[in-house]
């Protein structure tokens, strides 16, 4: 019943490169090489991305026609196609002009020469790696960076559609970082000194928008919904979460009817906040005086956060707007991105439990993920419906975005295995996450980093993918191994 409020998707620009003399010399050469980037072209938009083929670039002056027209159509990513040898002239004045990350494409048709049938006509249409140097060459000589090469074939292999899928779903994150709208409401957690940051310095980094918002907004919401809405909404919480017997934590109850209600009536609230002010993501903490609405609503968001961060939109407690980012940036990965810091270690078996007490990301749950009435909310004000899962076995990764003592943000990225067996029934997600070499000494290097406490929580290996967004972005990144 949780789908998508926000297709993932990009606009990538696709152009391929030649040299205008062959044209003339080898009858046939040009339809043969059109034919072979139509073929990239659709294997691009198998992706889902909007493709932008700016057809074949074989002289400088079409060269920066093209880079006017690259400009107006707002690319995200740009796919050069090497499809056969091109002098650096026609590539030049494009990797000068546009200021979108640059991927060189050099898939070429034959897997190898039938030698024994080779001609010039044939290497010429699989010449598709014999101007990659030199182009590279000359983007570094005009102080610009390329992003990428894939080198393979075109036809039948798979690791290179894996490499032109990750790109499109790099574009899909870079499309969606432009011009987001990441919300902030209410205040920094009291004492959070890394939940701070500047909003301004936000906007520099990520390109994006950070709307300063009142819970009261949320509250002129809240009085508006109608009996019919809490009732689709409870309907949808019936379906896609358990709701068990508590166990051992005498804090947990099993979910009460009344607690149910006020998570569903607190999320449609939610539902028509996002709405109303076009968010992408939001992170707020609110606590307000007891018994008043404020900390009511304020303090039971969990239900309908964690149904809206399946849905695409990011949310998150303690007023965490970095890790909101990071939540964005793998959701529109399509890996997840859930709300975790760090819990105790089981040295005996080697993990460590990764999870939190807020918002989390349901797409990515092993098996149905279970809603406990808490009585008390640990470290905060309030009581209500909780969410309680771990995330899928197998891959994960982590993404935390932290800022230096030159005020520049930074990545830190990891990865680790999401293994089997129980997590404390604390109405509060824990995964059971093993790291390499040993838990204890990737957690050791992991914390020299300087992270902020909390980080996005994914499914996969994808550190190199996001390694590739923070240099697109001009962000200091590790990977911590």
Known sequence: MIERKKKRTARV???????????????????????????????????????????????????????????????????????TYATSSVFAPIIREVNRPMVLVALQPRAALDYTKANTFMQLENDNICSVPEFIGVANRLGKKISDCIIGTLYGDEEAKKEIAKWCDIAKVLHDLRGARMGLMGHTMEAMYDMHADPTAISAAFGLHVPLLEVDDVLELYNEVTEEEIQAKIRVIDEEFDMPEPKSDPVTSKLTDADKYQAAKSAVALDKFVEKYNLTGLAYYYEGGADSLHRKVATTFIVGNSILNAQGIPMCGEYDIKTCIAMLIMDRLNIGGSFAEFHPFDFAEDFILVGHDGPHHL????????????????????????????????????LGITQTAENKFKFVIGEGISKEGPIPPTGNTNTRGFFAPTTKEFVKKWVMEGPTHHYALGVGHHADTLAKIAEILGIEYVIVR
Not at 60 to 75: C, G, L, P, R
């Open 363 to 398: 797409a990515i749950a092993e098996g149905k993920p279970v809603l406990r009435s808490l009585k008390k909310y640990h470290g905060k004000p309030g009581s209500g419906a909780s969410v309680e899962f771990k995330i899928k076995e197998g891959p994960i990764t982590m």
């Open 13 to 83: 620009g696709v152009f391929a490169v030649a040299h205008a003399t062959y044209f003339d010399q080898f009858e046939g050469l040009y339809e043969n090489l059109c034919g072979y980037h139509k073929d990239l072209c659709d294997m691009t938009a198998e992706n889902e991305v909007e493709i932008i083929d700016f057809g074949m670039i074989d002289t400088s002056e079409k060269a920066y026609a093209a880079a006017q027209q690259m400009q107006a159509a707002n690319v995200d990513l740009i796919f050069c196609n090497m499809i």
